[in-house]
């Protein structure tokens, strides 16, 4: 998906819309998806495919460009200037195992995808209160 990000949102989630935003691109980063050069989708493109207000879309901009991450150019758009991908994430495929038997075990009680990520969310948030927003 190099260079290609359609933002998503969860209106159920808790988080801020920007947050979500800055936290797809830093996700799209740190697996690759997302390269230095390419270019994320513009204010315009995102508030309306998002239909968010365009200033939301620029407080992700600005809080990402101040992490050093993206660089704005005026009339040309949003671009990537630092990559996050690490090494392959090592296998653990007891985890990944016990992680697959739970999901399997969370859609036969009836929850939706979305149900899913979030209660992995609070998981990860309570686990990791220190976790910052960026990188």
């Not at 879309?57 to 009339?75: F, I, T």
Request: glycine share 8%; hydrophobic share 45%; no cysteine.
């Amino acid at each position: 998906m190099s260079g290609v990000l359609e933002f998503y949102l969860d209106r159920h989630a808790g988080v801020p819309t920007y947050l979500q935003l800055v936290h797809q691109v830093t996700h799209a980063l740190r697996v690759g998806a997302l390269h230095p050069g390419d270019r994320l989708p513009t204010v315009k493109e995102a508030s309306a495919q998002l239909a968010i207000n365009p200033n939301t879309v620029l407080k992700a901009y600005r809080e990402l460009e101040h992490a050093g991450l993206v660089e704005a150019q005026p009339g040309r758009g949003t671009f990537v200037r630092a990559g996050l991908a690490r090494p392959a994430v090592p296998d653990h495929p007891v985890l990944r195992d016990e992680l697959d038997a739970w999901v399997g075990r969370a859609r036969a009680a009836g929850l939706s995808a979305d149900d899913v990520l979030a209660l992995v969310a609070t998981a990860v948030h309570t686990t990791y209160p220190d976790r910052s927003g960026v990188a």
